[in-house]
């Protein structure tokens, strides 16, 4: 990890706090960024469970609708704290979001505005966030697995379909925005698929240090 580091804060999805996510973390710091892997809620669950090693962090908040002010006010207090790390830029800070934690994650960005860089992994792109893709104030990494859907942990909204029709508007509104569609990957294979975390983890650092002044 680089002297006085980018803060990078990592937001689990919906399965729940995991030893996937510290991994990543320390793949990321091995890079070149301080990346913090926090359990923004406690529990979890669902089909995509069978992926994840679980830690559990009972003393966490129940897990909150990503788009909710609770959403908000704990992943606002989690940058807080990332940001007072030693030896970091705390104006350099970026966000990395699985699932229901890439939906806290462009919630965020959109509410606050004051990180540098956005990674949104297998997220959910509901019509709503069409209109208000003018309000986003960062760059935007989109990671999504072209088979991403609710069998193994997606939703609806994680569809493909949906993913290619929010980078399409980000577009059309001149907002920076970069891609990496796996081809037949499914909604939890960062986990599962050795060679597209590999990937993914250059992705991301590229992508964020390229963003620092």
Not at 117 to 126: E, I, M, Q, T
Not at 145 to 153: C, H, K, L, M, V
Not at 173 to 188: D, F, L, M, Q
Request: contains cysteine.
């Amino acid at each position: 990890m680089l002297a006085h580091s980018p803060p990078f804060l990592l937001l689990h999805g919906s399965h729940g706090f995991a030893q996937e996510y510290v991994r990543l973390a320390q793949d990321l710091a091995d890079g070149g960024i301080l990346a913090v892997a926090a359990c923004w809620f406690r529990g979890g669950g669902g089909a995509g469970s069978r992926f994840i090693t679980p830690i559990s962090c009972p003393q966490a908040p129940s897990m909150p609708h990503p788009s909710s002010p609770d959403a908000i006010r704990t992943v606002d207090a989690l940058m807080q704290v990332t940001r007072t790390l030693s030896d970091v830029q705390p104006e350099q800070s970026g966000l990395f979001g699985h699932s229901r934690g890439a939906g806290a994650a462009l919630y965020y960005l959109l509410e606050k505005g004051n990180v540098r860089a956005v990674v949104l992994n297998s997220g959910g792109y509901p019509p709503q966030l069409y209109e208000v893709v003018s309000q986003v104030k960062a760059p935007i990494l989109i990671l999504h697995g072209t088979a991403d859907g609710p069998e193994d942990g997606g939703a609806a909204v994680t569809n493909i379909t949906m993913a290619r029709e929010f980078e399409a508007k980000l577009r059309d509104a001149s907002k920076p925005v970069e891609t990496a569609y796996y081809e037949g990957s499914r909604h939890n294979e960062i986990f599962t698929n050795p060679a597209q975390y590999r990937d993914e983890v250059q992705r991301i650092l590229r992508f964020f240090l390229r963003y620092l002044p």
